[in-house]
């Protein structure tokens, strides 16, 4: 019984043992990944060699760590591999961590091409858990003009209108509204986000058009 009694008590302290390992690992892995993670988040481009060095160190993180597998998959996305190794390594990660609303957002855009019911219904979960994220509002304005007709879930909706209006109210993700503007699809959920708004879409319209004599005139 005493046998049993020391057993039991160090039990404890084997577990935080053990958890502190799976944190170590988890941190040595997003070091050594940094500045990829942030560079995604930010959207700014990064070399081919990065992506690569950055996925495989994640790949190396705590594999119940559904945030690292995602930014692994992120970081594997742009090296352009098949939709299905990019649909695969989503859906672990978000296993996870199903609150991630990058990985659903990430997970939409996977789906695109093969499956566009599930990939607006992606969105539509991403929208819902985190309808007002900053840096995916750019991302996920694209997404639902892209899906719009697919997208039939109205809190979702919603969402998707609120973040294509952050891009003309937040200053620093003007620049992405050239992106959305760019299609049909993208002019249209504009139009429709500032429908109740005629004066901002005018200046919206005047910005855009200063913007790109702007960049005709190369200055």
């Known amino acids: 019984m ?7 008590a160090a039990l404890p302290g084997l577990l935080l043992a053990w958890s502190a390992v799976a944190h170590l690992r988890d941190g040595l892995a997003w070091d050594a990944a940094i500045p990829v993670p942030n560079g995604m988040i930010e959207q700014i481009p990064l070399e081919r060699a990065e992506y690569q060095r950055a996925a495989d160190a994640l790949s190396r993180a705590d594999p119940a760590d559904g945030d ?23 859906r672990e990660g978000l296993e996870d961590n199903p609150a991630s609303a990058r990985g ?17 219904s992606a969105l539509a979960q991403a929208l819902i858990l985190d309808p007002d994220d900053f840096w995916l509002a750019g991302a996920r304005a694209r997404d639902a003009a892209v899906l719009w007709y697919d997208l ?3 809190d979702a909706r919603a969402a998707a209108l609120r973040q294509t209006r952050l891009l ?38 005047r910005w855009v058009s200063a913007e790109r004599r702007r960049r005709a005139a190369g200055r």
């Open 168 to 205: 003309w109210e937040e200053p620093q993700l003007r620049g992405q509204l050239h992106i959305l503007l760019s299609t049909r699809a993208g002019v249209r959920l504009v139009q429709d986000a500032f429908a109740t708004d005629v004066d901002e879409l005018r200046a919206l319209n």
């Open 2 to 8: 005493r046998g049993l009694g020391v057993a039991g």
């Open 68 to 90: 690292a597998q995602i930014a692994a998959a992120e970081a594997r996305m742009h090296l352009r591999p098949s939709a299905g190794m990019q649909i695969a390594g989503l």
């Open 104 to 120: 659903w957002t990430l997970l939409s855009e996977a789906l695109f091409a093969t499956d566009r019911p599930h990939a607006a």
């Open 152 to 154: 039939d879930d109205d």
